[in-house]
Structure formats: C-alpha cells, structure tokens
C-alpha cells in the first residue's frame, strides 16, 4: 500500500499565513508521507526481531504521525470564516472549561508553551472529556483512545517565517484560521 500526499494548496492566501510559509509547509508534509511510504516498503524486507526492523518499525510512528498529524492540522484551516456552533461541541467546552473564553485562554497557553510539538484539542468517548494536550514531537504524549478534535502545529517551521520568535501571534493568527465545521465534524 503506498499513500499519496493530500493537496493543500487550497490553503494559499489564507489570512495571517504566507505563501511561502505554507508552501514549505506543504513540502514538509510530503517529505513524512514519502517516508511512510519508503518504511513500509523497508519493513517489509526486514525479518521481525533483528534490529533493523526495531529501528525502523520506532521510526515508523514518528513518520506516520508527522505525516497524519500535518494533515489534521492543514484540514482544520480555511480562508472561509467560520464560528464554532451552539452544538455538542461547543456545550462540551463550556461543560468542562466554563466558556469558550477560558477554553481557548487554555488552548492557547498550551501552544505558549517551551518547546516544539504539537496542541490538540481531544475528545475522549468513553469519559466524554475534553483536554488541550501539548504533544511533544509527533510520535510522545497522545491520549490514547481519543479522537483529535483540533490540531494546532507549533513546531518553528509553522510560523517562524512569518512570526519569527512571535508564537503568540501564530496562534492568534492560527485562531483566526480555524475551521470549526471541519473540527465539529471530528466529534463524533
């Protein structure tokens, strides 16, 4: 099975994001999904419990999720705005964070954070909780058995062509961008 890399291109001009930011982007995301492709082809030349196959079976999800977690990302951006409806979604976040204020007060501090990685907004089924959870790299901090809501990148080639050191104006450009209908279909 070989995957193909989505098209994004949709997303050129969109407020707050330059061209030649999300172009790199763009390549970026490509380059995870050319080398998903290239470690299944490996895997399978590889006998299961040598070596090659342990390094390259860990390498795997880093691949996968870089590859799927950019496509989450890219998907819940549009040019169109749009506002989160007054339904499952948004009664949730003022269920479990007050408002949609203190939610996005929240999210957004945790994409404030040091680092690189990843925000996500998951909804967990079987609690029916919502948490913004800071994902340290592609492959270290997922919520097991929770489904990704919103998917914010703050790895320094997001935003550091048009931002420089500014991530609080990524983000407040990021919030600018969101797709809320693309995030609501997410909950299922």
Same mark, same amino acid.
């Given at each position: 099975?070989?995957?193909?890399?989505?098209?994004?291109? +949709?997303?050129?001009?969109?407020?707050?994001?330059?061209?030649?930011?999300?172009?790199?982007?763009?390549? %970026?995301?490509?380059?995870?999904?050319?080398?998903?492709?290239? *470690?299944?082809?490996?895997?399978?030349?590889?006998?299961?419990?040598?070596?090659?196959?342990?390094?390259?079976?860990?390498?795997?999800?880093?691949?996968?999720?870089?590859?799927? *977690?950019?496509?989450?990302?890219?998907?819940?951006?549009?040019?169109?705005?749009?506002? *989160?409806?007054?339904?499952?979604?948004?009664?949730?976040?003022?269920? #479990?964070?007050?408002?949609?204020?203190?939610?996005?007060? +929240?999210?957004?501090?945790?994409?404030?954070?040091?680092?690189?990685?990843?925000?996500?907004?998951?909804?967990?089924?079987?609690?029916?909780?919502?948490? +913004? #959870?800071?994902?340290?790299?592609?492959?270290?901090?997922?919520?097991?058995?929770?489904?990704? %809501?919103?998917?914010?990148?703050?790895?320094?080639?997001?935003?550091?062509?048009?931002?420089?050191?500014?991530?609080?104006?990524?983000?407040?450009?990021?919030?600018?961008?969101?797709?809320?209908?693309?995030?609501?279909?997410?909950?299922?």
């Amino acid at each position: 099975m070989a995957f193909e890399a989505k098209n994004f291109e +949709n997303l050129l001009g969109l407020k707050g994001f330059s061209d030649t930011l999300l172009k790199n982007h763009f390549t %970026l995301y490509q380059g995870y999904v050319a080398n998903v492709n290239k *470690l299944l082809d490996l895997l399978d030349t590889k006998e299961p419990g040598t070596l090659e196959y342990s390094e390259l079976q860990r390498r795997f999800a880093w691949e996968w999720n870089g590859m799927r *977690l950019h496509e989450l990302y890219f998907e819940n951006l549009t040019k169109k705005q749009n506002q *989160l409806n007054d339904g499952k979604l948004m009664k949730e976040i003022e269920r #479990i964070y007050g408002s949609f204020e203190a939610w996005e007060k +929240n999210f957004a501090a945790v994409g404030s954070m040091r680092g690189i990685g990843w925000v996500v907004l998951y909804y967990d089924e079987e609690s029916k909780e919502l948490f +913004n #959870i800071w994902v340290n790299e592609h492959d270290t901090g997922h919520l097991a058995g929770c489904n990704p %809501l919103l998917v914010m990148d703050v790895f320094e080639h997001a935003f550091m062509i048009d931002y420089g050191l500014k991530r609080a104006d990524y983000i407040a450009a990021f919030f600018n961008a969101i797709d809320w209908l693309a995030v609501e279909k997410r909950m299922v």
